[in-house]
């Protein structure tokens, strides 16, 4: 299973507008293909000391996939270099 991680905050625009992708290209796949986690940089300082500049921050499996925008296409691409 590949993890996807969202981290952003609370009543961030940009964050809602990765999460509907994200929710969108997870969607596309088998249910159990994929886990969405989602981290607020207010709840973990370190969190916020690491991504407060760049949030929406996308993780997949650990390692920094984009910020601030998230392409639908190049997240598909990812997940299915992933999967393979």
Known sequence: MIT???IGKPDCHLCEVA?????TVAAELPDDA???ER????????L???????IPVV???GELHA????????????LAQRAD
Request: glycine share 0%; proline share 5%; hydrophobic share 45%.
């Open 19 to 23: 999460d509907e992708v994200i929710q």
């Open 59 to 61: 993780l997949i499996d």
């Open 4 to 6: 996807l991680t969202l």
């Open 67 to 78: 910020h601030w925008r998230v392409s639908p296409d190049r997240l598909r691409v990812a």
């Open 48 to 54: 916020y000391q690491r991504w407060w500049e760049k």
């Open 34 to 36: 994929v886990a969405i």
């Open 39 to 46: 981290r607020s940089i207010l709840d973990d300082p370190a």
